[in-house]
């Protein structure tokens, strides 16, 4: 079981930047890879990025390639992800999520796999 909690949304001008935070504790360690998904209203759930439990490996949208970078760190069966995202667009704008899912220390999850473990959720909004 891993638990999640995401901070750090908030409202944003256009080419504005926002850092996320995703608080991953377990009961016992195990290696998890995590992600971000996010949903804009009347839209299904978008993939945006993972990255591997090593912190090594990571797996971008094009949507986002380049103006965001998630990272990580780890301490015993906890773990924190940070998504910095630079360059804000109106588009951007949706509720984002943190997910996990247990997987290999060097493996980036990728977007078709299923997550096991998801947070509530933050909201960005980007003006334009």
């Known amino acids: 079981q891993v638990q999640l909690v995401e901070s750090g949304g908030g409202l944003v001008q256009a080419g504005g930047s926002l850092r996320l935070s995703c608080a991953a504790s377990?009961?016992?360690?195990?290696?998890?890879?995590m992600a971000w998904f996010r949903q804009a209203p009347g839209k299904e759930r978008e993939f945006v990025v993972a990255?591997?439990?090593?912190?090594?490996?990571?797996?971008?949208s094009n949507s986002v390639k380049g103006r965001f970078t998630i990272s990580r760190d780890n301490a015993n069966a906890n773990s924190t992800v940070w998504l910095q995202m630079n360059s804000l667009k109106p588009e951007d704008t949706a509720v984002y999520y943190c997910?996990?899912?247990?997987?290999?220390?060097?493996?980036?999850?990728?977007?078709?796999?299923?997550?096991?473990?998801w947070g509530q959720g933050t909201q960005v909004t980007v003006s334009s």
């Open positions: 997910a996990a899912r247990f997987s290999g220390y060097y493996v980036a999850p990728r977007p078709g796999e299923r997550y096991d473990f």
């Open positions: 377990a009961r016992t360690f195990s290696t998890y890879g």
């Open positions: 990255i591997a439990y090593s912190g090594g490996s990571t797996y971008y």
